[in-house]
């Protein structure tokens, strides 16, 4: 069974560009999530999304935003890029919105700002 | 409002020594804990979990934590250290009932001495 998948890896984007990152849940897998993680902050929770629609939403601007289509392939968008949104960005997917449902994780997007 | 208390960014221990990774958490509601490592440029992997029942849990590569109420507490214990098991180890909460939204620790770097 194939994990999440996340794409691009690896990218550079300038100040003031946009990004689009996507992220290919589990098969099977309704609910994706979307972290970002820095050395100074650590994990932080950027959105949820399930059946297409957002659920939770983390203290970020509204520069950020994703979105989730009927396959349950989300997509998180952040436009006007600053130096401080290079990070690791991770996807994950569970069943459903059930807690205690387990988390699975990508490998992520590295975006670097310059 | 939940949210997870990391002990220690940085643990070292020697191979062959009891690993112990500290973490407590603030929840008003019964919590749903977990442990994810995360290894050099990947994403994160789940270890272990713990929802309902047994308050010790046992997970993947030998690691096991203890559900501890009274404490708040779910330490993540090795007997045995092993050169692999250096990584980030972050602790994890979400609470029963709504929508799912896990909160993460911010991260124990363990490093294993040879």
Known sequence: KAGVTQTPRYLIKTRGQQVTLSCS????????????????????FLFEYFSETQRNKGNFPGRFSGRQFSNSRSEMNVSTLELGDSALYLCASSLDTTSGNTIYFGEGSWLTVV | AQSVTQLGSHVSVSEGALVL??????????????????????????????????????????????????????????????????????????????????????????????
């Not at chain 2, 603030?26 to 270890?47: A, R, T």
Request: positive net charge; charged residues 10%; aromatic residues 14%.
């Open chain 2, 21 to 114: 990774l500290r973490c407590n958490y603030s929840s008003s509601v019964p919590p749903y804990l977990f442990w994810y490592v995360q290894y050099p440029n990947q994403g994160l992997q789940l270890l272990l979990k713990y929802t309902t029942g047994a308050t010790l849990v046992k997970g993947i590569n030998g690691f096991e934590a203890e559900f501890k109420k009274s404490e708040t507490s779910f330490h993540l214990t090795k007997p045995s250290a092993h050169m692999s098991d250096a990584a980030e180890y972050f602790c994890a909460v979400s609470y029963s009932g709504g929508y799912q939204k896990v909160t993460f620790g911010t991260g124990t770097k363990l490093q294993v001495i040879p």
């Open chain 1, 25 to 44: 849940p589990i098969s099977g897998h309704r609910s994706v999530s979307w972290y970002q993680q820095t050395p100074g902050q650590g994990l932080q």
